[in-house]
């Protein structure tokens, strides 16, 4: 199977780390042999139509910063809309960073690559958080599959868990703390008594939150993901702007205090039910969903099962890497499946 | 006699060009002969016209317009340079003009639709040799000819609507043919045909595709039930090996259309085998000639296989560029289809195989497949074929070529393969593959890329083809 895979950073690199750990593996037990074709970062492309050397690549990155300064295969300044269109390849595998306000590059790529007929799985939460219910529409009519498992709690199946194996259920709500840089500064805050800034100063030190933190503490990282699901899981055709967002700015120390003084804390809910909220609310702390730390927590009320909620790392280059493996394997058998129709 | 002449691109490339076909249709007039001459697109046109539609295609009408000055200008050239009568140079001139200006209608059509139909392609690609057949025309009337031109469609070859590889109504098309050419051969006119174009039975523009103007020569003169058909190019004939690997190689006087089918098969620069099927059908004889050194008779291709004594091996080829696929697992031994699904997958991907090896063991399947097809084979094959529980691995070996032999006379004699290895392996070459057709016309088998050359020197020696 021939992989362009766009952007090269933390995951993108995870990735190939994942797909050397695990080479004779895939092949013999689920007859995936996957060739990265081209590789491209800020910089430029790396392109080999047999298959780049991954080990390689991931060298050369490190040394030199990026792909395009690989010797033979490496290409200053050639484009990723120019790689999409002109290498031959079955799937893209698009991990650019997120932007929310215009969804590029990211939107572009999964785009072009819908329409160039190359199936297409990212964990890019911008274009999804903007145009999901479109792309899948495009992704449909041009007969791709689009698949972001990585965009929701990182390695956790929380999509899976809800379209697959909920399946012939009614999932009639769903609620979750989705964000794990909030819920570090809220736990700090609260276990710590510091203030939301020194939280927050700290959670940047740590790697937890980026410079410009806007994405995770005003809430949209979390509305983006509860659009995923909403349209994923529950075929709701939203976007961005239908979601009522709040961040965790305002948050006191004194307000985590009185919850306190309830046997409650603050956690930012995003939830989904008549509307989708993202929200800082006041919940027991004997409540299942009550997760400290970078955790990530996830309840689906369905109609004949009930409750289930799903906890687990929400981050991480690793983690969301496997994601992506699964994404890539189950598009593997759905083309099999088809090929041998 | 009665003759079909058809001459190639490199054969009418320019005017010098124009003026060595004319003679040589002069000398054979003046030997009694009856002649219909079919003409291809000036060398590199076809090209030229496929590559500018696809630029019309994304809108681009700067590139429109260059193209169409520098096809006037060669088209032009051509002319100054064939012909000396200046009234019949004016209405040639005339003529290729009003073509051009039509060339550009309909490229600026595409760049404004932004589409590019099979149908409208064919309409464009034919306007190679509809330049090409006035100028020659115009070329024997210069030199006291007297001819007139007409396009596939005038001269009465009807297709289905297959555009780009339009099939010829047989039937229909030798009736018309025969009641448009034969008034003119009795007018002692000659007629002169475009090459590769026909048209449907509405009268829309095709193109013959493979076999291109060899095919529309051969209907012609199987219509016309012609005494010979000659082929025009630029080699002296069908070689038993390619000269440049083999210097001694030499052109073969005589070969049969069995013979040259499982040639242009293999690559040999040769006649496409749709283009030998109707003169294999009528068995009118089909000779190919040089236009640059008419003295040599070339190849001629029969009906009759005439074996010589001792005339076992007739060619040997070579086949680059290839690349070969091996699939393997123990789940495949004595599992049914498992072949059917290897190809099935192959041919949903538009890859052609060309040669396909199994041995009896069933533990796997080897083919070879055109290298440029590779990396969509491969990632076709892994992902349809692999974790199923049957196929356990596929490689790919690309360092590899085909070396493919041909001669009738190996049916049916005793220790051909025997001779032919031994003479490989006594270079010390190494054979991975090895596939015979049961018709025993041909042996092909696969050795390493850089062994491809020693193993055909070693077989043109062991089968004396020198001499």
């Known amino acids: ?341 | 006699m009665k003759l079909v002449m058809k001459f190639g691109g490199s054969s009418v490339a320019n005017g010098d060009c124009m003026k060595r076909v004319a003679k040589i249709v002069s000398d054979s007039v003046n030997q009694g002969n009856r002649l219909v001459v079919v003409v291809s697109a000036q060398e590199g046109v076809t090209d030229q016209l496929l590559e500018a539609s696809e630029e019309a295609k994304k809108g681009n009408l700067n590139y429109t317009r260059e193209f169409i000055e520098k096809i006037k200008e060669r088209h032009l050239n051509t002319v100054k340079d064939a012909i000396k009568n200046q009234s019949l140079k004016k209405e040639i001139e005339s003529i290729v003009k009003s073509i051009v200006e039509e060339i550009e209608k309909v490229l600026t059509g595409i760049a404004y639709l932004g589409e590019l139909t099979p149908k409208s392609l064919d309409y464009v690609l034919s306007f190679g040799e509809r330049l090409s057949t006035p100028i020659l025309c115009y070329s024997l009337l210069d030199i006291g000819l007297n001819s007139k031109f007409l396009s596939g469609k005038d001269a009465g070859i009807v297709t289905d609507s297959n555009y780009g590889e339009a099939r010829p109504l047989m039937g229909l098309t030798k009736y018309q043919v025969k009641q448009k050419l034969e008034p003119l051969l009795d007018k002692g006119i000659i007629p002169v045909v475009t090459g590769y174009i026909a048209s449907t039975q509405e009268g829309f523009i095709t193109t013959l595709g493979r076999g291109g103007s060899d095919y529309s020569a051969t209907i012609i003169g199987s219509s016309l039930n012609a005494d010979e058909i000659c082929i025009w190019t630029d080699v002296d004939g069908l070689m038993t090996a390619d000269p440049k690997i083999v210097p001694s190689a030499r052109t073969m006087p005589e070969i049969s259309f069995q013979e040259a089918i499982e040639m242009a098969l293999f690559g040999a620069k040769g006649l496409h085998p749709r283009a030998l099927e109707p003169a294999m059908e009528e068995g009118i004889p089909v000779r190919i000639r040089n236009t640059f050194n008419p003295q040599n008779p070339g190849t001629l291709i029969d009906n009759k296989q005439k074996i010589k004594a001792g005339e076992i091996v007739k060619a040997v080829n070579l086949i680059k560029n290839v690349s070969l696929v091996n699939i393997s697992g123990a789940g495949m031994v004595g599992a049914p289809g498992t072949a059917a699904k290897v190809f099935d997958v192959l041919g949903k991907n538009n890859v052609n195989v060309l040669m396909i090896s199994q041995s009896a063991s069933e533990a796997n399947i080897s083919f070879i497949i055109k290298k440029t097809c590779l990396g969509k084979a491969m990632s076709a094959l892994e992902i349809a074929l692999l974790g199923q529980g049957i196929v356990r691995e596929i490689t790919a070996d690309e360092d590899v070529c085909i070396v493919a032999i041909v001669g009738a006379g190996m049916r049916g004699t005793p220790g051909v393969a025997a001779r032919v290895f031994n003479a490989v392996a006594k270079k010390g070459v190494n054979v991975i593959m090895i596939s015979q057709g049961s018709s025993e016309l041909n042996i092909s088998f696969a050795v390493k890329e850089k062994d491809g050359e020693n193993a055909v020197k070693a077989i043109h020696e062991e089968f004396g083809l020198s001499k």
């Open chain 1, 1 to 341: 199977m021939r992989i362009i895979l766009l952007g090269f950073g933390v995951v993108g690199q995870s990735f190939l780390q994942l797909l050397t750990l695990r080479y004779n593996e895939l092949a013999s037990i689920y007859g995936l042999r996957p060739r990265i074709v081209a590789i491209v970062d800020r910089k430029g492309a790396a392109v080999d139509e047999r298959g780049l050397d991954m080990k390689k690549m991931l060298k050369v990155k490190k040394e030199m910063g990026s792909v395009s300064k690989a010797d033979d295969k490496g290409f200053l300044n050639l484009s990723a809309e120019e790689v999409i269109k002109k290498t031959e390849a079955e799937i893209v595998i698009e991990v650019t960073p997120t932007d929310i306000k215009s969804g590029e590059p990211g939107l572009t790529h999964i785009e072009t690559s819908i329409k160039n007929g190359k199936h297409i799985i990212t964990t890019n939460k911008g274009p999804l958080a903007l145009a999901l219910p479109a792309l899948m529409d495009l992704a449909e009519y041009n007969g791709v599959y689009l698949r972001f498992s990585g965009t929701v709690g990182g390695g956790m199946p929380i999509l899976d868990l809800g379209r697959k194996c909920l399946i012939a259920d009614r999932i009639i709500s769903i609620r979750g703390i989705l964000n794990g840089t909030t819920n570090y500064i809220l736990t700090e805050m609260s276990e710590k008594n510091i203030e939301f800034d020194e939280a927050l100063r700290k959670a940047q030190e740590l790697g937890y939150a980026e410079k410009d933190p806007s994405l995770d503490i005003d809430g949209f990282d979390t509305a983006s993901k509860l659009v995923i699901m909403a349209n994923w899981i529950m075929g709701k055709k939203v976007t961005l702007k239908d979601v009522k967002i709040n961040g965790i700015r305002n948050i006191t120390l004194k307000d985590l205090m009185d919850a306190d003084k309830n046997g409650k804390t603050i956690k930012l809910i995003g939830s989904i039910d008549k509307e989708l909220e993202v929200k800082p609310k006041e919940i027991s702390k004997k409540d299942v969903l009550c997760v400290h730390g970078t955790f990530n927590a996830v309840t689906f009320v369905s109609e004949f099962a009930g409750e289930e909620t799903i906890i687990g790392k929400g981050a991480g280059g690793m983690e969301t890497a496997s994601a992506i493996l699964r994404d890539l394997i189950d598009i593997k058998t759905n083309l099999s499946a088809r090929m041998m129709a």
